[in-house]
């Protein structure tokens, strides 16, 4: 028995209904996929940040100025003569610059100065100059052990102290090291981008 051609049309038309509505579930799907892989990679990757840039400019915290003396009193030629007192050691009146270095590129080009100082209390502060880099998701300013430049993925093995979030890709500003941080054996500063593990670039400490 012979189907009618009418009948094999609207098998084929169906079919190829089918065929279509198919694939245009498996398009939509497709597409949120490659929506959803765009949206997390740049939040990851946060790519705007290539054309962005900041700048922050602070001075070196002021030393407190010193109250002026009491003048001496008369002295009286029939009163004794006290003991002479050595007088206390005096506090440096001005930051002191323990170490510096320049600013080598690494995962993107980088320059400016650091510097070490420890501050007229006896803290220290760490110290970046003319510092002109790039801007990137999660950038933390370290110390580290571990000398700067060459492979970045060192830095992770070393002894490092995290100063936080860098303020600015440009400028000159400064970070308080935490109270009691032994310095020993912290010979450079690495900008580092700790959601990729990746080193903008590093200055030594000498």
């Known amino acids: 028995m012979k189907i009618p051609r009418s009948l094999n049309s609207l098998r084929s038309a169906h079919r190829l209904s089918s065929v279509i509505r198919t694939h245009k579930i498996l398009a939509a799907v497709a597409g949120v996929a490659v929506l959803s892989m765009v949206v997390v990679g740049a939040v990851l990757f946060q790519p705007w940040r ?3 840039s900041s700048s922050v400019y602070e001075a070196l915290p002021a030393v407190p100025g010193s109250a002026s003396a009491p003048a001496p009193a008369a002295a009286n030629p029939a009163a004794p003569s006290p003991a002479t007192a050595t007088p206390p050691p005096a506090a440096p009146a001005a930051p002191v610059i ?4 320049t600013f080598l590129s690494q995962e993107h080009e980088t320059t400016g100065t650091a510097r070490l100082v420890k501050l007229p209390d006896g803290s220290h502060l760490l110290r970046l100059e003319d510092l002109a880099s ?3 998701p999660d950038v933390k300013v370290w110390l580290s052990s571990l000398p700067a430049g060459g492979d970045w ?3 992770r093995s070393g002894r490092y102290v995290d100063l936080g979030a860098v303020k600015a890709t440009h400028g000159s500003h400064n970070y308080l090291l935490p ?7 912290l010979t450079s500063v690495v900008l580092w981008c700790d959601r990729f593990s990746v ?3 590093s200055a030594p400490l000498t």
């Open 50 to 52: 290539i054309f962005t």
């Open 98 to 101: 323990l170490s510096s270095g």
């Open 134 to 136: 790039s801007d990137g």
């Open 153 to 155: 993925f060192k830095y």
């Open 179 to 185: 109270p009691g941080t032994d310095i020993t054996g």
């Open 199 to 201: 080193a903008f670039g």
